[in-house]
């Protein structure tokens, strides 16, 4: 029988996040600090704007939660304010035992301040580079790469995967969609696509999340995705009251069979109501997923707006799972082995990092 990991457990394994967006994790403090310097009116005190963002992101509001990302955004215009954000979500995350992390973000959402695409990139990379170091003088080492996302109801996808492949070697880890999926599906975004693997460039897709199969299927088949950001509504191409047990669609085996590795976000799914019915993390498709052999990887997705952590993810699950610290390392070595870091590099972090620490625990 499994015993459930325990919460000191939790926090002292290694961790790997690779759906992380930078505009949410920001933390309260530095947004009420930069949004003062600025002038940019905040809709509460700075004593209670946490709270104010986990309100509304939880809201069942879609202009509720989108608001939020109005706030955060104001304050990641000046390349200062940009190094900043990206460096303490660094420090955030190594503080949590993240030793891998990829941050991804949207250029285009910030250049208000005059900064040109590339100047953006450079001042996020500045950041990444000091929380870095800062990370390892503490003794929480932490590798960390950018993603830059292109809005998908923008025009600005193949300009992002160009400045993916200009800076791949100076912390540039890959290229992403996100933004609304219902009425923007991926193939608008085929020319970028087309180019990045042309490029051989790697890239991962917002699909599946607020929208169905149709968006998975593009992603995968047309677009070529190496991963996909949430995929939780692979669910819908699984019968599960199947005589026998579960019974999986052709394109739910395929990308079982191919180990296409899906970006799941337990709270985040259960805030914006992903997976019609989802009432609990009990409820979250993560746990069959899991026990049909898919390649899950357990992410925050917006640390912000879902008041959460990856130690805090990894405990719901265990709570709403029992699962134990196999498990966890399962989940860990999943993403380990699905990051968009070359192939040696990962293996060293599996061997000589992951799978000691958690022997420890």
Same mark, same amino acid.
């Given at each position: 029988?499994?015993?459930?990991?325990?919460?000191?457990?939790?926090?002292?394994?290694?961790?790997?996040?690779?759906?992380?967006?930078?505009?949410?994790?920001?933390?309260?403090?530095? +947004?009420?600090?930069?949004?003062?310097?600025?002038?940019?009116?905040?809709?509460?005190?700075?004593?209670?704007?946490?709270?104010?963002?986990?309100?509304?992101?939880?809201?069942?509001?879609?202009?509720?939660?989108?608001?939020?990302?109005?706030?955060?955004?104001?304050?990641?215009?000046?390349?200062?304010?940009?190094?900043?954000?990206?460096?303490?979500?660094?420090?955030?995350?190594?503080?949590?035992?993240?030793?891998?992390?990829?941050?991804?973000?949207?250029?285009?959402?910030? /250049?208000?301040?005059?900064?040109?695409?590339?100047?953006?990139?450079?001042?996020?990379?500045?950041?990444?580079?000091?929380?870095?170091?800062?990370?390892?003088?503490?003794?929480?080492?932490? +590798?960390?790469?950018?993603?830059?996302?292109?809005?998908?109801?923008?025009?600005?996808?193949?300009?992002?995967?160009?400045? +993916?492949?200009?800076?791949?070697?100076?912390?540039?880890?890959?290229?992403?969609?996100?933004?609304?999926?219902?009425?923007?599906?991926?193939?608008?975004?085929?020319?970028?696509?087309?180019?990045?693997?042309?490029?051989?460039?790697?890239?991962?897709?917002?699909?599946?999340?607020?929208?169905?199969?149709?968006?998975?299927?593009?992603?995968?088949?047309?677009?070529?995705?190496?991963?996909?950001?949430?995929?939780?509504?692979?669910?819908?191409?699984?019968?599960?009251?199947?005589?026998?047990?579960?019974?999986?669609?052709? /394109?739910?085996?395929?990308?079982?069979?191919?180990?296409?590795?899906?970006?799941?976000?337990?709270?985040?799914?259960?805030?914006?109501?992903?997976?019609?019915?989802?009432?609990?993390?009990?409820?979250?498709?993560?746990?069959?997923?899991?026990?049909?052999?898919?390649?899950?990887?357990?992410?925050?997705?917006?640390?912000?707006?879902?008041?959460?952590?990856?130690?805090?993810?990894?405990?719901?699950?265990?709570?709403?799972?029992?699962?134990?610290?196999?498990?966890?390392?399962?989940?860990?070595?999943?993403?380990?082995?699905?990051?968009?870091?070359?192939?040696?590099?990962?293996?060293? /972090?599996?061997?000589?990092?992951?799978?000691?620490?958690?022997?420890?625990?």
């Amino acid at each position: 029988m499994t015993v459930p990991a325990t919460p000191e457990q939790i926090l002292a394994a290694p961790k790997v996040a690779l759906h992380e967006h930078l505009d949410g994790g920001v933390r309260p403090s530095t +947004v009420a600090d930069i949004a003062q310097q600025i002038g940019h009116e905040l809709p509460t005190t700075p004593d209670r704007l946490a709270e104010w963002f986990a309100d509304s992101a939880s809201s069942g509001s879609l202009v509720r939660y989108l608001e939020t990302f109005v706030h955060t955004l104001a304050v990641m215009q000046r390349p200062e304010d940009l190094a900043r954000v990206a460096k303490e979500a660094v420090l955030d995350l190594a503080a949590d035992g993240v030793v891998y992390a990829e941050l991804r973000w949207a250029p285009e959402q910030h /250049l208000g301040a005059g900064l040109s695409l590339a100047g953006t990139v450079e001042a996020v990379q500045a950041g990444i580079d000091a929380g870095v170091a800062e990370a390892a003088a503490e003794g929480s080492p932490i +590798v960390v790469g950018q993603l830059l996302t292109a809005m998908r109801h923008a025009q600005h996808g193949l300009e992002i995967a160009e400045l +993916v492949v200009e800076f791949r070697d100076r912390g540039v880890f890959g290229f992403d969609i996100a933004g609304a999926e219902d009425g923007f599906p991926p193939i608008l975004h085929l020319e970028a696509f087309e180019y990045l693997r042309r490029e051989n460039a790697h890239f991962t897709i917002h699909a599946g999340e607020a929208f169905g199969l149709p968006s998975i299927w593009q992603a995968i088949q047309r677009c070529g995705a190496d991963r996909l950001g949430h995929g939780v509504r692979i669910i819908d191409d699984i019968d599960i009251a199947a005589e026998g047990g579960p019974r999986l669609g052709r /394109l739910a085996a395929y990308i079982r069979d191919k180990r296409i590795p899906l970006e799941m976000c337990p709270s985040s799914n259960l805030q914006t109501s992903a997976v019609p019915g989802m009432r609990s993390i009990a409820d979250h498709p993560i746990g069959l997923l899991k026990e049909l052999g898919f390649r899950v990887t357990v992410n925050c997705d917006n640390r912000l707006m879902s008041g959460t952590t990856m130690s805090r993810e990894l405990q719901l699950l265990v709570d709403a799972f029992g699962y134990g610290v196999d498990d966890l390392r399962w989940f860990t070595v999943n993403a380990m082995k699905s990051a968009f870091l070359p192939f040696d590099e990962r293996l060293t /972090l599996i061997n000589d990092v992951i799978k000691p620490a958690y022997a420890k625990l």
